[in-house]
């Protein structure tokens, strides 16, 4: 026993690991802290020296300039701080139809690369790698500049059946102005969306009661749409139609989507369209055919299948991919900036820094809006990941 | 024709008839000529080297393959290009897979009423309270609310049998379904086979568990490059086989 | 005792086999797919012809001004009379020897990957990887290596977008490796401020990143410092790489297997050794498919540059469709030739990430 070898009863105070690991980590703070100290006494300075205002008073001010689009009434009487909201309010109004949109388009090609049709399979092919290789901002420019700057002027609009319009200015189509009665129609809308809620629950009730099925598919969409139309019907249709027309050299009235916001989403939609193709893909093929072959052994439907097989097993894999693509869309979306959409990047990160010079603040404030945008779409794509997981149907 | 019209056409207690079938993976000829007749409650155990079309035969029967030429009729129903009769087909036949294909995403009490709530359309309660009769009959009804991930290979396949049977089919096919177990879990899915063949269900079974095959089969059929070259008692195809290739597989899998 | 004789093989049933089956079933095997297959022919048929006149068939290949584009098909005389500077940018004329020495020495170094053993590979195709950009940022700039100078400001072009895209994986590389160990890490802090610093630089949008870059950074120096353009650019690149880099290894970390390391420890090897010599190797390999992928969106960014005012290729075909000789409309030619070259360069890529991907698949199975 006594020719066990010496161990040293007390390691050096550098070998011991607590130690260590509190020496890293106090030279990292040390390392943070000078840093930020010479960044934020550089900044002052800097500040200082070219008479840079600060703090977020500036928000107040008059904002002297126009936007070329904005969904809440805005002049350039308004404040910066309307600016802001104009610009979010863009980019919230871009990123939902590009989220829309590309859902779409990405769900459709990537289903497409499954069927039986060799020329389906080849089209979609053909898309995903062809739109997911070129630089997204080549192809906002090549929507923006090359294909929507080639369309007729206002005079020799493109129509369809004189109601909707398109040429170079934009695409027009009726508004609809609610007149007495319409909020009948609001409340079956409302109506049809609650019934479509108690109708699941009731026919997963029955089923589980009696074994009943029910095709609660099928009558969520007749309500969905039969509902809000009886209503019309019954009140006489409580809408005027808003029709655009041809002013001088411009149309007036309807609905208008300027080029930018119309180029932007495109580019967006088949951009991002082609990675979600790739992640139902990849999705798809993550369930194996075994489990198509287990479930038709026991006699489920083909569409059955689908439904309670696949799609729930696809959709573990797709979800998370879908949540970071939808992430990158919102961030693309400030590419708006290059052909002049007023998204909040263009606004606020260009005009109105432009015109203050606060920097520091109004970068800090765009950040934090992605920030939280991003986190919102994290939040709802964690749910819907949570809610397909691990629920039977 | 409908399905209910065939039925009552063939009246013998052959529950499935093989005629002359014939089926090609592309140019590739996998089964040639097969002929087979399957009596009610009749235990067959299929064996034969690998790519022999074991599992293709067995698969065509529940129309998990189709086959190009020749007839199948299963229970009285005719195979035929027709949604119906394939679904009153699969309804009557069980199938249990090699690597067990339970659904991940579902609990085992899931993966067992999948079946009879959506196909039977039987009500939950009922549904559920067959399925935890054949759970107790496999052995495992403390399972019933984990996921098949947190099963071992054995007590997955035995789910994946309880599955079959929650559908109450007439006929249970089995491909491997022991080959890719671990020996001490071999038993325990193999326990529960035979306590269904003494049951009397009609069973087919692709397998190379002799001793299982020597103890339930009433007919063992021995396969070779897409043809049954042999089929006979269990005793007369281990100790009397009539063809070299027989003596030769058998030879090869004794060796063991 | 019989012999087995296998009965013949017969062959199939004609209507399962043969090019006109395989026309059905391909094309025709049902109504909807019948309707599809001509709709999609129809649309073909529509669409292909004029593409292929205008492309081709018509278009203008010869001259040297825009008068040269007399037929209505595509002027390429536009991007051949440009194709200097979507290369180059506007590099001096009698310097463009160094980009083009760039250039092969690039392909020199991937060619040499690809031929040499692994021993070489290891021991010359990766330390002149990585020092490749440094040595072209020598070569292009010219006054410290005894050659004329030439200001970043007439660096352009889409030799800008390549050189910037590899200098700054290259650098983002270990630091990337870096901030993925310090999430791994069990000390709390480190912990927290990598996870900051990766979250922050993948969770902004990439442009913002430049904003900071062209107007928050020169107020973070001390005054009267000045920091190229091109160098700011290249650190906010760096950064912005290394965030989703980091996120890479730490996939590629959880995919090493735990066993690795405990086969390390059994060693004896301290935690760098270890980390260095057994787990980082394994932990790249395992990466590439997804550090090529994050490299092709890289690159896609670089043309985001453009909104800074730095003259990589796409602001350069901006500047070549406003210019006053050539306003005859030929954004289609230009945006094409731009969007061709990016897509040769990524879609290689992401053939080279699936086949790499193909083989470790199949590699983990053995
Ligand atoms: N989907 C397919 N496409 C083409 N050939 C196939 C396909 N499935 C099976 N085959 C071929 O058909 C032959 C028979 O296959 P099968 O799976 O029925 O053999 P098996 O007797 O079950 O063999 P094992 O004991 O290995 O399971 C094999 O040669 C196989 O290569
Ligand atoms: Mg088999």
Redesign the pocket.
């Known amino acids: 026993m006594s020719e066990k070898p010496q161990v040293k009863s007390s390691p050096s105070f550098f070998n011991n690991p607590r130690n260590r690991s509190i020496i890293y980590q106090l030279l990292l703070l040390f390392g943070l802290g000078y840093f930020f100290y010479s960044i934020i006494s550089n900044t002052l300075a800097n500040m200082e020296a070219r008479g840079i205002q600060s703090g977020y008073d500036f928000l107040f001010n008059t904002a002297g300039f126009d936007i070329l689009m904005s969904l809440i009434p805005y002049d350039a009487t308004n404040t910066y701080g309307r600016t802001f909201i104009v610009g979010l309010l863009n980019t919230v109004l871009v990123s939902i139809i590009g989220i829309i949109l590309s859902t779409i388009v990405g769900f459709i090609m990537g289903v497409a690369h499954f069927s039986h049709n060799l020329l389906i399979r080849k089209l979609a092919t053909a898309y995903v790698e062809t739109f997911r290789n070129i630089p997204l901002l080549l192809q906002i420019f090549f929507w923006y500049f090359a294909v929507l700057a080639a369309l007729p002027s206002a005079r020799q609009s493109m129509s369809l059946g004189e109601v909707i319009f398109l040429n170079v200015r934009g695409l027009y189509f009726p508004g609809l102005t609610p007149e007495g009665g319409a909020s009948v129609v609001y409340a079956a809308i409302a109506a049809a969306i609650i019934g479509i809620f108690v109708l699941k629950r009731w026919a997963k009730k029955r089923q589980d009661d009696t074994g009943q099925q029910f095709p609660v598919l099928w009558v969520s969409l007749g309500m969905l749409f039969g509902l809000p139309l009886l209503a019309l019907i019954v009140m006489g249709f409580p809408f005027a139609w808003d029709i655009p027309y041809l002013k001088g050299f411009n149309f007036r009235g309807g609905v208008t989507v300027i080029p930018e916001l119309m180029a932007l989403a495109l580019a967006l939609t088949v951009y991002t369209g082609a990675f979600i193709a790739e992640a139902v893909r990849a999705g798809i093929q993550a369930v194996p055919h075994g489990q198509t072959e287990a479930a038709r052994s026991i006699g489920l439907k083909e569409g059955k299948i689908m439904k309670l097989i696949i799609v729930p097993q696809a959709m573990r894999v797709i979800v998370p991919l879908l949540n970071s693509e939808y992430q990158s869309l919102v961030k693309n979306s400030t590419l708006a900036t290059a052909i002049g959409y007023p998204d909040l990047f263009t606004v606020f990160v260009g005009t109105t820094l432009n015109q203050t010079g606060q920097a520091i603040e109004i970068v800090f404030m765009t950040m934090a809006v992605y920030f939280v945008v991003n986190m919102t779409i994290s939040f709802l794509m964690n749910r819907l990941n949570s809610s397909v997981a691990l629920t039977e149907r | 024709m409908s399905v209910e019209q065939e039925k009552t056409n063939e009246n013998n207690d052959d529950i499935i008839v093989i005629k002359d079938l014939n089926k090609w993976y592309g140019e590739f000829h996998v089964l040639k000529d097969i002929n087979l007749r399957v009596k009610k409650g009749e235990k067959i155990v299929i064996c034969g080297p690998?790519?022999s079309g074991?599992?293709?035969m067995?698969r065509c029967i529940n129309r998990l393959e189709e086959f190009q030429r020749g007839s199948l009729t299963v229970n009285g129903v005719e195979m035929i290009e027709d949604v119906k009769n394939i679904e009153a087909i699969r309804r009557e036949v069980g199938m249990v897979f090699?690597h067990f294909n339970l659904f991940p995403h579902l609990t085992i009490l899931e993966n067992l009423t999948l079946g009879p709530i959506w196909v039977q359309k039987k009500p939950k309660k009922e549904a559920e309270a067959t399925a935890m009769k054949y759970l107790e009959r496999v052995k495992i009804p403390d399972q019933a609310n984990k996921f098949p991930g947190q099963l071992s290979g054995g007590q997955q396949q035995r789910v994946a049998i309880a599955r079959s049977l929650c559908m109450n089919p007439e006929i249970m096919l089995f491909?491997?379904p022991t080959s890719a177990l671990d020996p001490e879990m071999i038993k325990e899915v193999l326990d529960v086979m035979i306590e269904l063949a003494n049951e009397g269900m009609t069973m087919l079974c692709?397998t190379h568990e002799m001793g299982f095959a020597k103890k339930v089969a009433d007919r063992v059929i021995f396969m070779d490059a897409g043809e049954i070259v042999e089929q006979n008692t269990p005793e007369e195809i281990f100790n009397n086989p009539q063809t070299d290739r027989l003596q030769l597989f058998l030879s090869q899998i004794l060796d063991h | 005792m019989k012999e087995f004789k296998p009965l013949p093989d017969q062959p199939a049933p004609n209507d399962t086999v043969g090019p006109i089956h395989w026309v059905k079933d391909n094309f025709f095997s049902s109504a909807m797919n019948t309707i599809a297959t001509l709709l999609i022919l129809a649309l073909l048929a529509t669409v292909v012809p004029p593409l292929v006149d205008w492309l081709l068939i018509s278009a203008n290949w010869s001259g040297t001004t825009q008068d040269a584009c007399t037929k209505d098909g595509a002027c390429w005389v536009f991007v051949i009379a440009w194709s200097k500077q979507f290369f180059y940018g506007s590099y001096p004329t009698e310097e463009l020897w160094r980009i083009n020495l760039c250039v092969l020495m690039l392909i020199g170094v991937i060619a040499s990957s690809q031929l040499l053993n692994k021993d070489w590979r290891n021991k010359f195709s990766i330390p002149a990887f990585l020092l490749l950009p440094f040595v072209c940022i020598l070569i292009l700039d010219g006054s410290w290596i005894g050659l004329e100078y030439v200001s970043t400001d007439y660096w352009g072009g889409f030799a800008l977008n390549v050189l910037l895209a590899a200098a700054s994986i290259i650098v983002a590389f270990p630091l990337s490796f870096v901030w993925a160990l310090g999430r791994r890490s069990e000390m709390p802090f480190i912990k927290s401020v990598s996870i900051l610093l990766i979250e922050f630089f993948r969770g902004v949008p990439v442009l913002a990143l430049f904003f900071m870059g062209s107007v928050m950074l020169p107020l973070f120096f001390p005054e009267g410092t000045n920091v190229d353009k091109l160098v700011r650019v290249w650190i906010v690149l760096t950064l912005f790489m290394a965030g989703y880099m980091a996120e890479v290894f730490r996939g590629g970390f959880q995919a090493v297997p735990t066993g690795q390391y405990e086969a390390a420890d059994s060693l004896g090897l301290s935690y760098w050794q270890k980390t260095l010599l057994i787990i980082l190797p394994q932990v790249i390999k395992v990466s590439m498919p997804n550090i090529l992928a994050t490299f092709v969106m890289l690159f896609k960014n670089t043309t985001f540059l453009l909104i800074i005012g730095i003259f990589e290729v796409l602001s350069t075909t901006q500047t070549a469709l406003t210019n006053s000789n050539w306003l005859g409309g030929h954004s289609t030619e230009g945006y094409l030739f731009v969007a061709i070259v990016f897509w040769i360069c990524c879609y290689s890529m992401s053939r080279i990430s699936a086949s790499i991907e193909r083989k470790l698949d199949t590699s983990h199975k053995n």
Request: hydrophobic residues 10%.
């Open positions: 690998s790519g074991k599992s293709t067995t090699q491909d491997e692709v």
